[in-house]
């Protein structure tokens, strides 16, 4: 690829395997370096060595891409085969090097963050799962939470005082919180039984100072803190720079992946429509500006995907726009290839993320009005534009209603991953079955067999979340992250919870199914049968324009209550097109926010119940609204438009479970049509026999 004494892959990777760490090290940084320079010289590469270093770097710190070498467009788009091997060669070798920090035990990482706090005269300090995002899925490097604590779920809150700590969790988290802590340093509580500053207040000592990196933490979060500490004549202190950092030693790098356009044909509206839209939005709230530091909404609105997190195609950044439709994006350059580059330079100006200090304290010295979302963005944006004299106006981020509603054409993408995921699913589900009988899968290989038959659809980009695939007792954990030493096999005489997802270029899926392994018992059948009573009355529901989630919730739970059984989770969230599988601010759950359904909202479907120690059980479509009709054979006086539900998910339930004496006639008939919906689409997608004629069984009529 380049000229120079080591040009050949073999070279680069040889290493004698019998030398020890320490006498390694300084001669594979020196390969390294010396190839690192002549790779930067042979593609002038901007920045030279140092600068390839650092994008190698964060290319490692980004996930797995489903395009090993897509991010070699990063270096240069016209490379040949040989070229992109050769770079991906020399990312992999400077990742495999011998690290120059050991990391901390984890048995010393809150002692030395304790250390470090008083140092920094503070009692406490805050840590959320969170980056300066606010989004559920987060880059490696900003897993401090999961560092700190050993806790990997999605949400969580954790304060480490001097004396004690706490992990605040939800009711998804519970048992996983307590599993995943030692109980000797992390007491790990439910949040909906104690908030973490009422916990501060009895725990600390009047007058106690708690830092929080304004960075992590929204407006509206650190409000209610503050007013839950004020009381007791407590502090809440914004720290420049996290301690965590300070003893995090192994710290990954900043990730780096490439954004790549979304095209119309995908999304429906040109990204110069979208900015209209948003301008408006501005001009409407007498603002001069607004700041946007959600990814997916960027990512929404300027008709960009990335790679940066997890599961979500999105690329970090911060963006703000005018009420003139200016658009400045403050993302690394970096990580767009030289014609995305081009095309997003009719629609916005790319600013690195650090000169966003510099535009923050501008728009205060000239006085401006400037948007932010309360519940969104970080603090630290709101006490800086407001110390250097701007006027803040919360609003709701104005990407968030029309993200929500999705185009015509993305609900068409929507439909057709969902047939593309349904025939990988009923793949899966014979699979199980074949499995159960013979004894020989367990939740791990279940899990990588789902991700086989997804990688094989047209489309298919990734997850849209780390599956979930618990046997028995591991199903009544919510969020169950399956690992290699926790792995159950897929024995007979229990129940299977398999909840997965994926990112297809047309649209974002997530469905649970629970199946049997070998004949279920009575109460299996019971209680999923009451589980699938309140699915079925919530996908069959019709309702008037402006309802909210909250006042639906109960009619998923409705056949669980008259038997004394609930679940500790909402009952639907809002979903992306081709991002976040979380979205709001639709949402169905007790404790909704208010926000209406409206027509091209996409949302899940999933009630569940979980019987701890024993089996889990949920069931999950997704359902998109509708938009209001009257029908006909009512057509009198009175009578209103009303919202629909239409069901995207394809796959079948298993009649296994179904207990029929349960069902009403509607509810019979309503599975029986479903599943021949399921089998007239899919079958004729489904190139197996095998597969084909399992569909054929799991659907035939009850």
Same mark, same amino acid.
């Given at each position: 690829?380049?000229?120079?004494?080591?040009?050949?892959?073999?070279?680069?990777?040889?290493?004698?395997?019998?030398?020890?760490?320490?006498?390694?090290?300084?001669?594979?940084?020196?390969?390294?370096?010396?190839?690192?320079?002549?790779?930067?010289?042979?593609?002038?590469?901007?920045?030279?060595?140092?600068?390839?270093?650092?994008?190698?770097?964060?290319?490692?710190?980004?996930?797995?891409?489903?395009?090993?070498?897509?991010?070699?467009?990063?270096?240069?788009?016209?490379?040949?085969?040989?070229?992109?091997?050769?770079?991906?060669?020399?990312?992999?070798?400077?990742?495999?090097?011998?690290?120059?920090?050991?990391?901390?035990?984890?048995?010393?990482?809150?002692?030395?963050?304790?250390?470090?706090?008083?140092?920094?005269?503070?009692?406490?300090?805050?840590?959320? &799962?969170?980056?300066?995002?606010?989004?559920?899925?987060?880059?490696?490097?900003?897993?401090?939470?999961?560092?700190?604590?050993?806790?990997?779920?999605?949400?969580?809150?954790?304060?480490?005082?001097?004396?004690?700590?706490?992990?605040?969790?939800?009711?998804?988290?519970?048992?996983?919180?307590?599993?995943?802590?030692?109980?000797?340093?992390?007491?790990?509580?439910?949040?909906?039984?104690? &908030?973490?500053?009422?916990?501060?207040?009895?725990?600390?000592?009047?007058?106690?100072?708690?830092?929080?990196?304004?960075?992590?933490?929204?407006?509206?979060?650190?409000?209610?803190?503050?007013?839950?500490?004020?009381?007791?004549?407590?502090?809440?202190?914004?720290?420049?720079?996290?301690?965590?950092?300070?003893?995090?030693?192994?710290?990954?790098?900043?990730?780096?992946?490439?954004?790549?356009?979304?095209?119309?044909?995908?999304?429906?509206?040109?990204?110069?429509?979208?900015?209209?839209?948003?301008?408006?939005?501005?001009?409407?709230?007498?603002?001069?500006?607004?700041?946007?530091?959600?990814?997916?909404?960027?990512?929404?609105?300027?008709?960009?995907?990335?790679?940066?997190?997890?599961?979500?195609?999105?690329?970090?950044?911060?963006?703000?726009?005018?009420?003139?439709?200016?658009?400045?994006?403050?993302?690394?350059?970096?990580?767009?290839?030289?014609?995305?580059?081009?095309?997003?330079?009719?629609?916005?100006?790319?600013?690195?993320?650090?000169?966003?200090?510099?535009?923050?304290?501008?728009?205060?010295?000239?006085?401006?009005?400037?948007?932010?979302?309360?519940?969104?963005?970080?603090?630290?944006?709101?006490?800086?534009?407001?110390?250097?004299?701007?006027?803040?106006?919360?609003?709701?981020?104005?990407?968030?209603?029309?993200?929500?509603?999705?185009?015509?054409?993305?609900?068409?993408?929507?439909?057709?991953?969902?047939?593309?995921?349904?025939?990988?699913?009923?793949?899966?589900?014979?699979?199980?079955?074949?499995?159960?009988?013979?004894?020989?899968?367990?939740?791990?290989?279940?899990?990588?067999?789902?991700?086989?038959?997804?990688?094989?659809?047209?489309?298919?980009?990734?997850?849209?979340?780390?599956?979930?695939?618990?046997?028995?007792?591991?199903?009544?954990?919510?969020?169950?992250?399956?690992?290699?030493?926790?792995? &159950?096999?897929?024995?007979?005489?229990?129940?299977?919870?398999?909840?997965?997802?994926?990112?297809?270029?047309?649209?974002?899926?997530?469905?649970?199914?629970?199946?049997?392994?070998?004949?279920?018992?009575?109460?299996?059948?019971?209680?999923?049968?009451?589980?699938?009573?309140?699915?079925?009355?919530?996908?069959?529901?019709?309702?008037?324009?402006?309802?909210?989630?909250?006042?639906?919730?109960?009619?998923?739970?409705?056949?669980?209550?008259?038997?004394?059984?609930?679940?500790?989770?909402?009952?639907?969230?809002?979903?992306?097109?081709?991002?976040?599988?979380?979205?709001?601010?639709?949402?169905?759950?007790?404790?909704?926010?208010?926000?209406?359904?409206?027509?091209?909202?996409?949302?899940?479907?999933?009630?569940?119940?979980?019987?701890?120690?024993?089996?889990?059980?949920?069931?999950?479509?997704?359902?998109?609204?509708?938009?209001?009709?009257?029908?006909?054979?009512?057509?009198?006086?009175?009578?209103?438009?009303?919202?629909?539900?239409?069901?995207?998910?394809?796959?079948?339930?298993?009649?296994?479970?179904?207990?029929?004496?349960?069902?009403?006639?509607?509810?019979?008939?309503?599975?029986?049509?479903?599943?021949?919906?399921?089998?007239?689409?899919?079958?004729?997608?489904?190139?197996?026999?095998?597969?084909?004629?399992?569909?054929?069984?799991?659907?035939?009529?009850?």
């Amino acid at each position: 690829m380049v000229a120079g004494p080591c040009q050949t892959t073999a070279c680069i990777l040889s290493l004698d395997d019998s030398r020890t760490i320490a006498e390694a090290r300084g001669v594979v940084d020196d390969e390294i370096d010396e190839r690192l320079q002549a790779v930067a010289a042979q593609l002038s590469y901007a920045g030279g060595a140092d600068a390839l270093r650092a994008l190698l770097e964060g290319v490692s710190a980004a996930p797995l891409a489903t395009d090993p070498l897509a991010w070699t467009d990063l270096v240069a788009g016209d490379l040949g085969a040989d070229q992109r091997q050769d770079l991906e060669t020399l990312r992999r070798r400077l990742v495999a090097r011998p690290q120059n920090e050991a990391e901390v035990p984890a048995a010393d990482r809150i002692p030395a963050l304790r250390a470090l706090l008083a140092r920094l005269n503070l009692d406490g300090f805050v840590v959320p &799962r969170a980056d300066e995002h606010q989004g559920e899925a987060v880059p490696a490097r900003s897993e401090r939470l999961a560092w700190l604590t050993g806790f990997t779920g999605s949400a969580g809150i954790a304060v480490v005082l001097s004396n004690a700590a706490a992990l605040f969790v939800d009711g998804r988290y519970t048992l996983q919180g307590r599993q995943q802590t030692d109980p000797e340093t992390v007491d790990c509580r439910p949040i909906a039984e104690e &908030r973490p500053e009422a916990w501060i207040v009895r725990m600390a000592s009047a007058g106690a100072r708690i830092g929080f990196d304004p960075w992590l933490h929204t407006v509206n979060q650190v409000r209610r803190m503050e007013e839950g500490l004020a009381d007791a004549g407590m502090g809440l202190i914004a720290v420049d720079g996290n301690p965590i950092d300070l003893v995090w030693t192994a710290r990954p790098a900043a990730p780096i992946a490439p954004v790549r356009c979304h095209p119309v044909a995908l999304a429906g509206r040109e990204a110069a429509d979208k900015l209209a839209e948003v301008a408006a939005a501005i001009a409407g709230a007498k603002a001069d500006s607004v700041l946007l530091s959600a990814p997916d909404s960027i990512a929404w609105l300027f008709n960009i995907r990335g790679g940066d997190v997890p599961n979500t195609p999105v690329a970090l950044g911060f963006a703000e726009i005018g009420r003139d439709g200016d658009a400045t994006l403050f993302i690394d350059a970096g990580k767009f290839p030289a014609d995305v580059a081009r095309e997003l330079g009719s629609v916005a100006t790319i600013r690195a993320p650090g000169d966003l200090d510099e535009r923050l304290d501008a728009l205060g010295a000239a006085g401006k009005r400037v948007m932010l979302d309360p519940d969104q963005d970080p603090v630290r944006f709101d006490r800086r534009l407001r110390a250097a004299g701007a006027a803040v106006i919360h609003r709701r981020d104005p990407c968030v209603g029309p993200k929500a509603r999705k185009t015509a054409t993305e609900l068409d993408g929507a439909r057709a991953a969902h047939i593309r995921d349904g025939v990988a699913v009923c793949r899966f589900l014979a699979w199980v079955d074949d499995q159960a009988s013979g004894g020989g899968g367990t939740e791990l290989s279940a899990a990588e067999r789902l991700a086989a038959f997804r990688r094989e659809a047209d489309g298919f980009n990734g997850p849209s979340f780390d599956t979930i695939s618990g046997v028995g007792p591991h199903g009544a954990i919510v969020h169950y992250r399956v690992t290699p030493e926790s792995s &159950r096999p897929l024995n007979e005489g229990t129940l299977y919870l398999v909840d997965s997802g994926g990112q297809y270029i047309d649209g974002t899926t997530d469905i649970t199914r629970t199946v049997a392994l070998g004949t279920p018992s009575d109460s299996m059948r019971r209680h999923y049968t009451l589980v699938l009573k309140g699915h079925l009355a919530l996908s069959a529901l019709r309702f008037p324009p402006r309802t909210a989630g909250a006042q639906i919730d109960a009619i998923a739970r409705h056949a669980l209550w008259n038997e004394g059984l609930d679940y500790d989770h909402g009952t639907g969230h809002g979903i992306g097109s081709y991002l976040s599988v979380h979205e709001g601010p639709q949402r169905i759950a007790k404790m909704g926010a208010g926000v209406p359904l409206e027509a091209g909202m996409i949302v899940s479907n999933e009630p569940g119940l979980y019987i701890e120690g024993e089996y889990g059980i949920r069931i999950e479509n997704l359902i998109v609204v509708t938009p209001p009709e009257t029908r006909l054979e009512t057509d009198s006086a009175g009578v209103r438009p009303m919202h629909e539900f239409e069901t995207l998910t394809l796959a079948p339930y298993d009649r296994r479970l179904i207990d029929i004496a349960l069902l009403s006639a509607s509810e019979r008939t309503q599975v029986d049509a479903y599943h021949a919906r399921v089998r007239d689409v899919l079958a004729s997608e489904i190139e197996d026999a095998a597969t084909r004629d399992w569909l054929i069984a799991a659907t035939r009529p009850l």
